[in-house]
């Protein structure tokens, strides 16, 4: 056994609303500069839908994840050493900007200095890639809603996957279709293939927290890492030449504080936590032959924080107490392991993701109410799962590589934990052999009742700090050798004696609070704060 930790995340589905306030919020912090203009680290897509690079799923096409060899043993979908060194100056597989789409602002310009006249100036597209006038023909949100499904439905390769499988079972007139939003950041992967693609070593996976990155220093902008994703979750910037993918907010993760799409959420549907598994079972579990046992054997690779051995091997490994605790009170441990009722996205494209999803429960609800029976009854709810507008089989291509039973599974104890709420709520004795129907008792169905509704900010983010009982040292390491003891940064002419150092205010000196990651922790402070009186004495 060789413990190692990592954080993770869970989206409930049944809770977004598609807004898209996380993508919105994402883009101003990470990606609103010039050459990341078509870049969205966050996304939302609807499904049925293309996705975002269009038809990203079609694997066949672009070439990304793992796959078995004859002996099988897991190899790059997109080829080996040699396959590589062959189109590493012109790299076949790669999205277009027309997969993507082609970034466009309006000219304003023409709005404010237009001559008086009896005809209405215009503020006609222009490309922010050439400046030039453009045609707008599609963007990261164009099938928004079901928008376009007549025309552009078909091309999910999801729908093209079911109904080779069941003949019409998706269809796009109005009264047969169904609707759900899928937020998507990168996946954080167990066995990430981005990282196994990259010829210089610039994209790795943080053994303190799982976190996928790329060293900007040692990028070299081969985009092999771009056909490696499966998901399309690496982005080329076309200005610096550099890969780019979500960083997973490491800056606010690292000081306890969710990424940025979880804090905007507007439906409080992600759940921050960490993910105790086994390294040494990574690469048995990814290598299955049957994709259809791919989400149980990651199942599998996830370590119990309550077992006594783990506790042990764990400490033995050097993981801190701290994530030790945060494992065994983690959201994301409970609604993955522990009930059951999360899925991995595209378990079959084999690497192992960390981002994972509760299946949609409410348009079962809705569909059952539209026909005059009571939408929260257990027994109609059971016996409507397998005939719903949204199919079974769609879900299972999406989260367990076609297997049905584990969403029936997932949808099931949804439909049980309504049922069993519904009768607390109006003053009814819950019937005992529901939870025992689903394998979960009375406590377990309250308990992720609580955790799925009304959990409070700290019940959904938990989140450990980083290097907290290091961080002295590692900030003292910054300081000039010839420096005294006594003076930190406070020296004649250097940045202390303006009263801030060059992280904010009190950084630099030794025996005030360490402030490289002050903001974050005031940030934290605000964003929790009841009322506005307990921010007094906060530096502005």
């Given at each position: 056994?060789?413990?190692?930790?990592?954080?993770a995340?869970?989206?409930?589905?049944?809770?977004?609303?598609?807004?898209?306030?996380?993508?919105?919020?994402?883009?101003?912090?990470?990606?609103?500069?010039?050459?990341?203009?078509?870049?969205?680290?966050?996304?939302?897509?609807?499904?049925?839908?293309q996705?975002?690079?269009?038809?990203?799923?079609?694997?066949?096409?672009w070439?990304?994840?793992?796959?078995?060899?004859?002996?099988?043993?897991?190899?790059?979908?997109?080829?080996?050493?040699?396959?590589?060194?062959?189109?590493?100056?012109?790299?076949?597989?790669?999205p277009?900007?027309k997969?993507?789409?082609?970034?466009?602002?309006?000219?304003?310009?023409?709005?404010?200095?237009?001559?008086?006249?009896?005809?209405?100036?215009?503020?006609?597209?222009?490309?922010?890639?050439?400046?030039?006038?453009?045609?707008?023909?599609?963007?990261s949100?164009?099938d928004?809603?079901?928008?376009?499904?007549?025309?552009?439905?078909?091309?999910?390769?999801?729908?093209?996957?079911?109904?080779?499988?069941?003949?019409?079972?998706?269809?796009?007139?109005?009264?047969?279709?169904?609707?759900?939003?899928?937020?998507?950041?990168?996946?954080?992967?167990?066995?990430?293939?981005?990282?196994?693609?990259?010829?210089?070593?610039?994209?790795?996976?943080?053994?303190?927290?799982?976190?996928?990155?790329?060293?900007?220093?040692?990028?070299?902008?081969?985009?092999?890492?771009?056909?490696?994703?499966?998901?399309?979750?690496?982005?080329?910037?076309?200005?610096?030449?550099?890969?780019?993918?979500?960083?997973f907010?490491?800056?606010?993760?690292?000081?306890?504080?969710?990424?940025?799409?979880?804090?905007?959420?507007?439906?409080?549907?992600?759940?921050?936590?960490?993910?105790?598994?086994?390294?040494?079972?990574?690469?048995?579990?990814?290598?299955?032959?049957?994709?259809?046992?791919?989400y149980?054997?990651?199942?599998?690779?996830?370590?119990?924080?309550?077992?006594?051995?783990?506790?042990?091997?764990?400490?033995?490994?050097?993981?801190?107490?701290?994530?030790?605790?945060?494992?065994?009170?983690?959201?994301?441990?409970?609604?993955?392991?522990?009930?059951?009722?999360?899925?991995?996205?595209?378990?079959?494209?084999?690497?192992?993701?960390?981002?994972?999803?509760?299946?949609?429960?409410?348009?079962?609800?809705d569909?059952?109410?539209?026909?005059?029976?009571?939408?929260?009854?257990?027994?109609?709810?059971?016996?409507?799962?397998?005939?719903?507008?949204?199919?079974?089989?769609?879900?299972?291509?999406?989260?367990?590589a076609?297997?049905?039973?584990?969403?029936?599974?997932?949808?099931?104890?949804?439909?049980?934990?309504?049922?069993?709420?519904?009768?607390?709520?109006?003053?009814?004795?819950?019937?005992?052999?529901?939870?025992?129907s689903?394998?979960?008792?009375?406590?377990?169905?309250?308990a992720?009742?609580?955790?799925?509704?009304?959990?409070?900010?700290?019940?959904?983010?938990?989140?450990?700090?980083?290097?907290?009982?290091?961080?002295?040292?590692?900030?003292?390491?910054?300081?000039?050798?010839?420096?005294?003891?006594?003076?930190?940064?406070?020296?004649?002419?250097?940045?202390?004696?303006?009263?801030e150092?060059?992280?904010?205010?009190?950084?630099?000196?030794?025996?005030?609070?360490?402030?490289?990651?002050?903001?974050?922790?005031?940030?934290?402070?605000?964003?929790?704060?009841?009322?506005?009186t307990?921010?007094?004495?906060?530096?502005?």
């Amino acid at each position: 056994m060789r413990p190692m930790a990592q954080i993770a995340m869970v989206m409930n589905l049944d809770k977004c609303i598609g807004c898209h306030t996380c993508s919105v919020t994402c883009k101003q912090a990470w990606t609103n500069r010039t050459g990341m203009e078509y870049v969205w680290f966050n996304n939302v897509e609807t499904r049925p839908g293309q996705g975002y690079p269009r038809r990203y799923e079609d694997q066949e096409r672009w070439r990304g994840g793992w796959e078995l060899n004859k002996r099988g043993a897991l190899k790059l979908k997109g080829g080996g050493r040699f396959r590589k060194l062959a189109g590493i100056f012109s790299n076949p597989v790669l999205p277009e900007i027309k997969d993507y789409y082609e970034p466009w602002t309006y000219d304003y310009k023409n709005l404010h200095d237009a001559p008086l006249g009896d005809d209405f100036p215009v503020a006609q597209p222009l490309s922010q890639i050439t400046g030039k006038p453009m045609k707008i023909e599609w963007s990261s949100n164009w099938d928004d809603s079901l928008a376009g499904a007549p025309e552009h439905g078909n091309l999910d390769p999801m729908v093209a996957k079911v109904r080779e499988q069941a003949a019409e079972k998706v269809k796009f007139a109005f009264e047969q279709t169904f609707m759900f939003f899928l937020p998507r950041i990168c996946e954080h992967c167990l066995n990430p293939s981005c990282v196994a693609s990259c010829p210089s070593g610039a994209m790795y996976k943080r053994a303190e927290d799982g976190i996928v990155l790329v060293d900007q220093d040692q990028c070299r902008g081969w985009r092999m890492c771009v056909t490696g994703c499966p998901y399309k979750k690496v982005y080329f910037n076309h200005r610096t030449g550099k890969a780019e993918k979500c960083t997973f907010c490491y800056p606010r993760v690292e000081v306890g504080l969710p990424t940025v799409c979880s804090e905007t959420c507007v439906g409080r549907l992600r759940y921050l936590g960490v993910m105790l598994y086994d390294a040494d079972k990574v690469t048995a579990a990814a290598s299955v032959k049957d994709e259809k046992a791919l989400y149980e054997a990651q199942l599998d690779v996830f370590l119990d924080p309550e077992d006594p051995a783990v506790q042990r091997a764990a400490e033995q490994a050097g993981i801190p107490y701290d994530w030790m605790e945060a494992a065994r009170r983690s959201p994301v441990h409970a609604l993955i392991s522990k009930y059951k009722v999360a899925l991995p996205l595209h378990p079959e494209y084999r690497t192992m993701p960390m981002v994972w999803y509760i299946p949609p429960l409410s348009p079962v609800v809705d569909a059952l109410a539209e026909t005059g029976f009571d939408g929260e009854d257990a027994g109609n709810l059971f016996g409507a799962i397998d005939t719903l507008r949204i199919p079974l089989e769609y879900l299972a291509e999406l989260f367990t590589a076609g297997d049905v039973g584990p969403v029936r599974a997932s949808l099931e104890k949804l439909a049980a934990m309504r049922s069993h709420m519904r009768a607390i709520n109006l003053g009814d004795q819950p019937d005992p052999s529901l939870a025992s129907s689903v394998g979960m008792d009375a406590t377990e169905i309250e308990a992720m009742y609580r955790l799925l509704a009304i959990a409070k900010y700290e019940e959904r983010y938990v989140i450990p700090t980083a290097a907290v009982g290091d961080a002295a040292r590692l900030e003292e390491t910054a300081l000039p050798a010839e420096l005294p003891d006594s003076c930190s940064l406070d020296y004649d002419g250097g940045p202390g004696m303006g009263g801030e150092g060059p992280f904010g205010l009190d950084s630099g000196r030794r025996h005030l609070p360490l402030v490289s990651v002050e903001n974050f922790h005031v940030l934290g402070r605000r964003q929790t704060a009841d009322k506005e009186t307990e921010l007094k004495g906060e530096p502005p």
